[in-house]
């Protein structure tokens, strides 16, 4: 049976002012036979967003459709764990469909990508903003020198850049800046990247979790064994490469499937990537709502998801109820991976775990 293209554009929702941009021409002509349906604004989509009997075309959303939009609003947020700052985005929504994803619960469920037309006024204010800092003052667990920028908050930046040259361009931006990187998470191989020539100003983070809950979990991603076998490529390459234990989900035999991948990831790396490496890791956070939704495409996940014997509710900010592991138990996992990591990668210096 074949397997379904990651994305096969078939109908673009466009911002006339983003059409009438460089960028949205470039964009809109990478697919010349795909349908154009004009709309006032890319956050009001009603046969896209907020729609959770959607769930029944989630991956044909994904698949087929494509936003093309203007950013309004550009600030760079503070942020005190993967990076110093979050930077405005150049696109969000995804092509992949992972089960536990916060995405969704942002911009309603299916949430296909939408792509940002105005990138020089993007570049523009990072470039502005990353001035105004000035030399880093002291270490952080972010960089011990660098400002770090997280550029891809809300998608994968690593799927945009097939859409779009937005991510390249950032790459290009902070190439140039003495005093900052940039930092993105990715679940998805792109070996285009490795022609980019980022000159250890980009910091890419491959995702990782047991092979065994990436196939349940991580839909439509690149497999856990590409992902490992394209670290030393991608330093090779000139990025700084590290990795996101995320999300760890506890079931029966988890630390045993850890301790499996950090086997593996040990004898994937060379010399120069295990002395560059450094890890986040990041136990699974659950939400009441997503859970509903999954039950009606991928119940298989929510077997090891949805563990009310393990977790504990608290209110989030949408008024719905995000599950976490239960206080005291939480902080033993944690513990017990951590010290797994230090006995299997002692190289590998873990900048936050929570």
């Known amino acids: ?27 809109l002509a990478r697919f010349p036979d795909a349908e154009l349906v004009e709309v006032g ?12 009997t959607n769930v029944n075309r989630w991956v044909r959303i994904k698949t087929e459709a494509l936003v093309l939009g203007v950013k309004k609003s550009l600030t760079a947020r503070p942020n005190d764990r993967s990076a110093d700052f979050i930077a405005p985005s150049t696109a969000n929504g995804c092509a992949m469909a992972c089960a536990y994803c916060y995405v969704p619960r942002r911009k309603g469920y299916s949430n296909p990508i939408t792509v940002f037309a105005n990138i020089d006024k993007i570049l523009g204010y990072v470039r502005r903003h990353a001035g105004r800092q000035g030399v880093k003052p002291e270490p952080n667990q972010a960089d011990p020198r660098d400002w770090i920028y997280d550029i891809g908050e809300n998608s994968d930046c690593s799927v945009d850049a097939t859409i779009s040259d937005n991510v390249r361009d950032l790459v290009r931006l902070f190439r140039g800046l003495p005093n900052a990187k940039a930092s993105f998470a990715t679940k998805y191989v792109n070996r285009d990247l490795l022609d980019w ?4 100003r980009t910091r890419v983070r491959f995702s990782l979790m047991p092979a065994a809950d990436s196939k349940l979990l991580d839909i439509r991603t690149s497999p856990i ?10 330093v090779a390459a000139g990025y700084e490469v ?5 999300p760890v989900v506890v079931r029966d035999g988890w630390l045993e499937s850890w301790a499996e991948l950090l086997e593996q990831l040990d004898d994937a790396l060379g010399p120069e990537a295990k002395a560059q490496l450094a890890a986040e890791v990041i136990f699974l956070t ?13 119940p298989k996940a929510e077997e090891v998801l949805w563990r009310p014997e393990l977790q504990q509710a ?16 939480k902080g033993r996992y944690v513990a017990a991976l ?10 590998c210096r873990v900048r936050y775990a929570f």
């Open 225 to 234: 064994a590409d992902r490992l076998a394209a670290i030393d490529d991608f």
């Open 242 to 246: 590290h990795v996101n234990f995320s």
């Open 41 to 52: 604004s890319h956050h009001r989509i009603p046969e896209l967003y907020g729609d959770e």
């Open 286 to 298: 659950h939400n009441d709502r997503l859970h509903e939704v999954n039950l009606g495409w991928h």
């Open 314 to 329: 608290k209110r989030s900010q949408t008024g719905g109820w995000n599950v976490r592991y239960r206080t005291g138990q």
């Open 197 to 200: 020539d980022p000159r250890g």
């Open 1 to 27: 049976m074949p397997t379904q293209p990651l994305l096969d554009i078939r109908r673009v929702y466009v911002e006339p002012e983003a059409a009438g941009l460089p960028r949205g021409q470039e964009i």
């Open 338 to 347: 951590t010290e797994l990591i230090a006995a299997r990668l002692p190289y």
